[in-house]
């Protein structure tokens, strides 16, 4: 019974223990919440806060428009091999990416079939040749012994014309003049058979002609055959493949290699169709590998294509960028190659005059104007405040361009192009911030990011360090 009491007692003991705590906990929470200090409320509106600011002005803009594409080489070969051999030599140290010359060597095939195949022929030549020769022979001979036996048959003539003459006098009998005709018959026998022969040795001598004529094309294309075992570069460049080894055969027409000159470098880049009315020959081109990129390329207009793509609603147009790949490779922009996916910048010829801000000024499709503002900014000078009340204005993009514009001082490379117009003499805040309100008391700093304090300094750089991708 004692034991049970002393438990019930402890355990009373213990709550009455908590309780206390938990009173003393919530007079200690009054007192807090009692003598805590009340902050000070600032009104961001009445707080005058130093920004980045230019004033805004018309300024001449050449309409640009993006695109992407991938490279190739204008000038590029896919090296064949002529004939069926087997390769038997490669020049030591040819490999891909090494440069050649037009004319290298860069395979050598078994000449043995080709050298075997131009000896018969020639041979076959040295046979017609001999025959014709033996034939101009034969014809000289017979052209000589017809023009005698020609001879002959005139005399015959003459003498059957003399003994017709003294039959018709009764001097002569008709015995006589039966053998002169005889004998007229046998010289015209013999100048008619000699004039057979004579075209015999001539259609022989023709038939030997279209056999040289033969025999020579073929000797021909065992020559050629023998020049093409030596397969050489087909122009200056740089070797992208080597796709045989010593060893191997190769059949006609199947590639041995692949020979590309970086010197001249195209982009099929594909732009919205109502480009076509405003990019033409001629235009500039600025090409990057990405957007972030520092490297870039200049390129012209060289082609645009003809017609549109109806279900992508683009046109393509090419750009073509010229370069010294030695100097490329060691300069800050590099070398592009063959099969890079690159946007491309295109600027048009023309220019207009249009309202443009930073890219990084829009916010939510609006921008900060510092009021008022009527001919502060154009008094003001760069470095110097305008102060006034900022004013929310919405604005429309119509493009972006890729410029700096140095009459303001800004570092901004990526502007936005307005549909409308903004206010004369506007007041542009740079770096709009997420607490700014309309109506707070802004100081605005107009100029280059060296007019700007330090701690200014500090806030425009991480901003103008940022680029946003294009709508």
Partial sequence: ????????????????????????????????????????????????QRVVAFAAEPVPIRRQWRGFGTTQSIDAADVPAQVGATVIDIPEGLRAGVAVRKGQVLVQLDRQDFERQLRAAQQNLADIEGRLAQAEVDRKAIEARLEVEQGDLEVAERELDRVQKLFADQVTSTADVDQSKRTVAAARRNVIASQQSLDTVATTAQSYKAQWSAQEATAQQAKENLARTTITSPLDGRLETLDVEVGEWVTAMSRVARVVDLRRIEAPVRLPSDARFEVTLGDTVGLRVDASSAHLWDAVVARISPTNDAATRTMTIYAVVTQDPALAAASASGLLVPGQFVEAVVTASQQESRWVVPRRSIQQDRVFLIEPGSGAGAAAGAGQPVAGQLASRQVKIDFLVQQTFEQWGLSDREWAVLVEPLPAGAVVVVNPSRSMVEGQKVEGVLGGTEAIPAKLKASHGRASGRTEAAP
């Fill in 1 to 48: 019974m004692a034991e049970k009491r002393n438990r019930t007692l402890a355990v009373t003991t213990r709550v009455i223990v908590v309780l206390l705590i938990l009173v003393a906990a919530g007079v200690v929470y009054q007192v807090l919440v009692v003598t805590k200090p009340v902050p000070e409320v600032t009104d961001l509106r009445a707080a005058a």
